[in-house]
């Protein structure tokens, strides 16, 4: 919104009054749950927006819904979706079984035949934290269900994993944890060290999201939504050191030898890495964020908005151990980095 806002476009919100204080000026509210979305069709009428962007779609139902509403009160409609779409994602997360998948993934990578993305408890947890997600979670048929209108075309954005300010997921805390907590050594499952995952910026995810909005090029296309370089997950946390001043090493662990509250159960030999290059060609998409300032303002969040996690997350004790268990000396620390 602030990016739409600073172009000078006119922006109303539909929500359930909870958004935050720090909207731009001059934004508009509509007030109202975005399950009962039909019975708002006036509403939508009186306001005639030229497109609309749905931030929360969650399933099948919704997506009906949706473009059932807003079939001749709008030009086009912008859909948030996810990587998770990806057959690569149902191999890594082990619900669907090889042959492992090429990289990067394209908007034309095959997409997943299993339907149910995350089990039951899985999905519960993610619910606790998302609170738009509903029991039919799957962005499979709600990106079909947005790009097969014929009187309404659709943009589809498929998202990575974002950090940043705000992050309900707090994805770079355990890792920042531990580097402020002067840890000498971080591990990492050695089947993971080298797996490559699609990450965003938060702001330059929205500016994403923003520019597919105002540009009619994008309508009937879908687009990934990743940052290049594709890190490795060693990588990625050096590179949080780096931003942290943290120097330590980070050493791969064998399976066998990783404390249980480090072990990682998808299968690491599956990377998730999503291709941009679409959305630059097409649109001529730029992160508005370098990679610098990106880690460092998340950084700053992180620490200031520490989660409430269990003491059991960080056993350093049962870490040290297995550092001891791998023969690590303290003055070959370096050298195994």
Sequence with gaps: MRELAQQGHEITIFHRGRASAALPAGVKHLLGDRNDIASHVHDFRRLAPEVVIDLIL?????????????????Q?????S???????????????SGPLQPVPLTEDSELRTARNTYG???LQQLR???GWLDEEYDKIPVERTIMSDPKLPGTVLRLPMIYGPGDPLHRLFPYLKRMDDGRRVI???DDVAQWRGPRGYVENVAGAIALAAVSEKAAGRIYNVAEEPFLTEVDWVRRIGQQAGWTGPVVPISKELTPAHLKVPYNGQQDWVMS???????????????????????INWERAHPPDLPGSAFDYRSED???????IKADNLNRRQ
């Excluded at 996810?82 to 669907?96: L, N, P």
């Design 120 to 122: 039951p408890e899985l």
């Design 276 to 298: 941009s290059e679409r959305i630059r060609n097409e649109l001529g998409f730029i992160e508005p964020v370098g990679s610098g300032i990106a880690m460092e303002r998340t």
């Design 321 to 327: 151990q297995a550092i001891e268990a791998m023969g």
């Design 82 to 96: 996810s990587g998770d779409v990806y057959r690569a994602c149902g191999i890594s997360h082990g619900f669907e």
């Design 187 to 189: 591990l990492i499952q």
């Design 58 to 74: 969650s399933s099948e139902r919704q997506a009906k819904a949706l473009v059932s509403t807003f079939r001749g009160l709008t």
């Design 128 to 130: 606790n934290v998302f």
């Design 76 to 80: 086009r409609i912008v859909a948030l």
